[in-house]
């Protein structure tokens, strides 16, 4: 007996029987999936690192990961984890309004050089006084940022906090909390000042960025320099233009609904326009570290961005790339497929880390749910054979087992895995196969 993965396609036909989990295999997924965010909880007062003190916030805060992995509150993480199921209304509340409440009210510039404009979502939030650091790399408020980690605030965070908002209010079957005010903004000012930090060009809709005002368009690869047109952080704005129209729609709104549609819209027209090479892959950018992106491309078939012809095509070339071992190991996901590295010395164009290490080339689960719903459009048994690898690579270092075993990883480096207990190689998959 198999669950079902709601959206599969085979050879371009719907198929109620497309299905890549064994019922076992999705229980331990399940169960596996329930321990790591309770394991990633941190509690009023509660103490997780010698480095900090203990969360005074005021409420549940939940971390990328348990054991030692960064001890605080990343918005991106949790954001990712919400449709897992295993967040409370009460802790998503918590969240949501420290959020908001750690947006920037008045644009500033760090004693490291970086603009944090108005409107901007922390990238992590200390857990032992609160303060929003926008910047990657440092839990330093002051001096954040710098050229290393970017000039502008990542462009992925304004869009999480949208889609927090729009699944709390999925979940509580209100949006009178978006009239609310937090020190004297409403929630709904708030997302749209949020929705509107991220750079474009001055026509455009695509995320956009330059050397000089870059910023990391995507946490999960904040040692990568991209430059350009941005797909991710634009297919993240896509999302977030269909939320914000669904919230606008039930305040009655109907102008503010229509404009976010609009907008979704364009992305959808343009980033295939924009990024898709000949073989089915979207480039991460058209800038630096312009390269076929295996995150973007099965990101963008998970949204619907990619669609019909389009999907088929990239599935069999995915398909493809996975049978002759250029995209996974042992269930785990390459930014870059290993014949698309920019040289023998690295895998993306410019990378603050060595080749097959972290971001440049190591292998990531988090991906796997929509690289497995991509290969499930014309190869079912491919897709099945990865997400059966990706769980009995759980399964081998299961971390329950004690502190020698520490599955699931962040990523596996050519040498090493790194991070144990992290949360999104775990929820973000189990997302994917539990729809």
């Known amino acids: 007996m198999c669950l079902f993965l709601s959206g599969s396609f085979v050879n371009g036909q719907s198929n109620i029987d497309s299905t890549l989990l064994s019922v076992a295999d999705f229980g331990f997924l399940k169960e596996m999936t329930e321990a790591v965010v309770a394991a990633s909880r941190i509690l009023p007062e509660q103490k997780v690192s010698s480095k900090f003190g203990g969360n005074h916030t005021a409420g549940t805060l939940i971390r990328p990961g348990g054991r030692d992995c960064y001890p605080s509150f990343w918005i991106r993480d949790y954001a990712m984890s919400l449709e897992s199921g295993f967040i409370t209304l009460e802790e998503q509340e918590h969240m949501l309004r420290l959020t908001a409440s750690r947006q920037c009210n008045q644009t500033w510039i760090s004693d490291a050089g970086s603009m944090v404009p108005q409107g901007?979502?922390?990238?992590?939030?200390?857990?032992?006084?609160?303060?929003?650091?926008?910047?990657?790399?440092?839990?330093?408020y002051k001096g954040q940022g710098g050229r290393k980690w970017g000039m502008f605030p990542p462009y992925c965070d304004q869009y999480f906090f949208v889609h927090?908002?729009?699944?709390?209010?999925?979940?509580?079957a209100s949006v009178e909390f978006?009239?609310?005010?937090?020190a004297g903004i409403k929630m709904i000012e708030r997302l749209e000042l949020a929705f509107k930090v991220p750079p474009s060009r001055q026509d455009g809709v695509l995320v956009s960025t330059t050397d000089d005002f870059r910023g990391v368009d995507f946490g999960f690869r904040d040692v990568i320099t991209l430059t350009g047109d941005l797909c991710l952080p634009s297919l993240l704005k896509y999302r977030a233009s269909f939320e914000m129209a669904e919230l606008f729609?039930?305040?009655s709104r109907t102008d503010k609904t229509?404009?976010?549609?609009?907008?979704?819209?364009?992305i959808k027209k343009e980033i295939p326009e924009r990024f898709l090479d000949e073989r089915g892959m979207l480039l991460a950018s058209t800038g630096k570290s312009k390269q076929a992106d295996v995150w973007s491309t099965a990101l963008a078939v998970y949204f619907g961005v990619l669609s019909g012809s389009q999907q088929i095509k990239t599935s069999k070339f995915l398909v493809e790339a996975y049978k002759k071992g250029m995209l996974a190991q042992r269930g785990n996901i390459r930014h870059i497929l290993t014949s698309d590295d920019f040289s023998d010395s690295?895998?993306?164009e410019k990378s603050l880390v060595g080749k097959n290490s972290y971001q440049n080339g190591a292998l990531w689960g988090t991906a796997t749910g929509w690289v497995c719903q991509v290969l499930a459009i014309t190869d079912l048994a491919a897709a099945r054979r990865l997400a059966q690898e990706y769980v009995e690579d759980l399964r081998a270092g299961d971390f329950r087992k004690g502190p020698k075993f520490g599955a699931p990883w962040e990523c596996y480096n050519a040498d090493a895995p790194q991070n144990a207990v992290y949360m999104t190689t775990v929820t973000s998959p189990y997302i994917v196969f539990k729809k």
């Open 120 to 140: 901007s979502i922390a990238d992590h939030i200390r857990i032992d006084d609160g303060k929003p650091v926008y910047f990657p790399g440092t839990y330093d």
């Open 164 to 172: 927090m908002a729009w699944f709390y209010a999925k979940q509580i």
């Open 178 to 182: 978006l009239k609310e005010e937090i």
């Open 249 to 251: 729609e039930k305040l």
């Open 258 to 266: 229509q404009s976010y549609r609009d907008i979704a819209i364009r």
């Open 346 to 348: 690295t895998a993306w």
